[in-house]
């Protein structure tokens, strides 16, 4: 089955305790993006990545990494959470980031920082 | 710049009434358009999207949408509510960064509600 996934799927920590969230497509896609989605302000785009060792930031990038090692894995890392990256977190991946191409989401984690 | 303002945060119509959700959009040129649903705690998944073709788009769960230029709308409409439609809906209009790829506004969402 085509699919996008994240692990995990919730997360409880507290603040500066570095943490990783995995995502993984198994689509054969060269682009690849991280979302935020907080109430009232929809989904906002992290990073993105065209294709391996090749990612840019999006619209709100400050406290978070990624990297792009294998097509098929774009992790994201938070090297020292803060309370305001509590937040839903969606992976999502296209055949090559045009803009009709249609973006396959993952379900989602939940973060919470402390 | 290229943005999309979705005009109802919540919509609650009565189960086989017809929907209308609705989003506009500013762009500098033609764009793509999509509309995503996104129900309770799942993912995000694609209902229809324009792409410069048929201005009037089919989708999936018997929705659709029409691209109107002259009123910059896109409006998702479908004739009759099912319970099962009771979910979050996202208008987005991806635009060209350069080297071609997505940058990706997404609306700020309609939850609807659907009454049985």
């Known amino acids: 089955e085509a699919q996008v996934t994240q692990n995990p799927r919730y997360l409880i920590t507290v603040t500066g305790k570095k943490l990783t969230v995995t995502c993984s497509q198994n689509m054969n896609h060269e682009y690849m993006s991280w979302y935020r989605q907080d109430p009232g302000l929809g989904l906002r785009q992290i990073y993105y990545?065209?294709?391996?060792?090749?990612?840019d930031k999006g619209d709100v990038p400050e406290g978070y990494k990624v990297s792009r090692k294998e097509k098929r894995n774009f992790p994201l890392i938070l090297e020292s959470p803060s309370p305001n990256q509590t937040s839903l977190y969606f992976c999502a991946s296209s055949l090559f980031g045009g803009i009709t191409d249609t973006q396959y989401f993952g379900p989602g984690t939940r973060l919470t920082v402390l | 710049a290229q943005s999309v303002t979705q005009l109802d945060s919540h919509v609650s119509v009565s189960e086989g009434t017809p929907v209308l959700l609705r989003c506009n959009y500013s762009s500098s040129y033609s764009p793509s358009l999509f509309w995503y649903v996104q129900h309770p705690n799942k993912g995000l998944q694609l209902l229809l999207k324009y792409t410069s073709a048929a201005t009037l788009v089919k989708g999936i769960n018997g929705f659709e949408a029409e691209f109107k230029k002259s009123e910059t709308s896109f409006h998702l409409t479908k004739p009759s509510a099912h319970m099962s439609d009771a979910a979050e809906y996202f208008c987005?209009?991806?635009?060209?960064?350069?080297?071609?790829?997505?940058?990706?506004?997404f609306g700020t969402g309609t939850k609807l509600q659907v009454i049985p």
């Open positions: 987005v209009v991806p635009v060209r960064r350069g080297g071609g790829y997505q940058k990706v506004t």
């Open positions: 990545s065209m294709n391996v060792e090749a990612t």
